[in-house]
């Protein structure tokens, strides 16, 4: 079993920047992959990031060149760097988490561990 904890979410104008952690509780967490998804009001939940146990990253097109997703292994933590920020940005952030290589790292259903959700907010 993970546990997951997400923060750093808040309240941004657009164009800033906010860094989004997500600890994760387990000794073999090198070997999860991590994702990043946001659920804004009235909308479906969407992928944004995922990071794999090797490195590798995948971005929806919305957020790429923008978001940076990376991890620190050796503090259990995967990262979101969110840059120039728009406000179709707010929204509930959610980290998740999946033991070993998913085969479609976009959706959602391949994550059975879910944190809590950090909510960000970003102002015209």
């Known amino acids: 079993q993970v546990q997951l904890v997400e923060s750093g979410g808040g309240l941004v104008q657009a164009g800033g920047s906010l860094r989004l952690s997500c600890a994760a509780s387990?000794?073999?967490?090198?070997?999860?992959?991590m994702g990043w998804f946001r659920q804004a009001p009235g909308k479906q939940r969407e992928f944004i990031a995922a990071?794999?146990?090797?490195?590798?990253?995948y971005y929806a097109d919305s957020v790429k060149g923008r978001f940076t997703i990376s991890r620190d292994n050796a503090k259990n933590t995967v990262y979101l760097q969110m840059s120039s920020l728009k406000p179709e940005d707010t929204a509930d952030y959610y980290c998740a988490a999946r033991r070993g290589s998913p085969t479609y790292p976009r959706d959602a259903f391949e994550y059975p561990y879910w944190g809590q959700g950090t909510q960000v907010t970003v102002s015209s």
């Open positions: 387990g000794r073999t967490y090198s070997s999860y992959a």
């Open positions: 990071i794999g146990s090797g490195g590798n990253t």
